[in-house]
């Protein structure tokens, strides 16, 4: 079994019947959220996935898919804790499989718009990987781009086309991951 986990029921939409639960948004509600789910359901793998920011500059547009390489906890400026957490080889690659089209980058994870210095950025990732990372269960996390984090207007960030991209995506990327999981 794979558990699907979303931010918002928004994000969750594609995974169509699979066990996904909603764990809220930021990094420590995404941590308790999935270690949680983790021990309820104990999954084969984890498919975190959600609406990211990207850099103006980086040339990732709405609604372009994202796959992250890693989970980078951005808001931890020193090394005091592990920062970030790799995506399990073998899910990358059928995530790869799924969505070939996909971009595949780290993506930054931080409690705040704009608090990473990547080009993608997450409220949630690290908080989803490291708890999977913490209970032996393979991750991955994969998103569709939503804004231009330097844009502070959201009337203008693109969430429902963001939304369907992520829903349109999660059903290839369940496929894929139970192939490499059975």
């Not at 969750?12 to 930021?26: H, L, S, Y």
């Not at 270690?35 to 999954?43: D, K």
């Not at 990358?92 to 718009?113: E, F, Y």
């Not at 080009?119 to 490291?130: K, Y």
């Amino acid at each position: 079994m794979i558990l699907v986990v979303a931010a918002t029921e928004r994000e969750a939409a594609g995974a169509n019947g699979a066990v996904a639960i909603v764990c809220g948004v930021g990094p420590v509600e995404a941590a308790a959220a999935t270690a949680a789910g983790i021990a309820v359901h104990r999954p084969a793998a984890v498919l975190h996935v959600g609406i990211a920011g990207a850099r103006r500059d980086c040339g990732i547009v709405a609604p372009t898919l994202v796959i992250g390489s890693e989970a980078v906890y951005s808001d931890l400026t020193y090394d005091l804790a592990k920062r970030s957490v790799a995506a399990t080889p073998e899910l990358l690659a059928a995530a790869r499989r799924a969505l070939p089209d996909a971009s595949v980058l780290p993506i930054g994870t931080s409690g705040q718009v704009g608090g990473g210095g990547l080009d993608i950025e997450a409220m949630e990732g690290f908080g989803v990987l490291r708890a999977a990372e913490l209970a032996g269960v393979p991750a991955v996390e994969v998103r569709a781009i939503a804004n231009e984090i330097e844009e502070a207007d959201r009337s203008v960030w693109r969430f429902e086309e963001a939304f369907d991209a992520i829903a349109a995506a999660t059903p290839r990327l369940l496929e894929e991951i139970e192939l490499c999981v059975s």
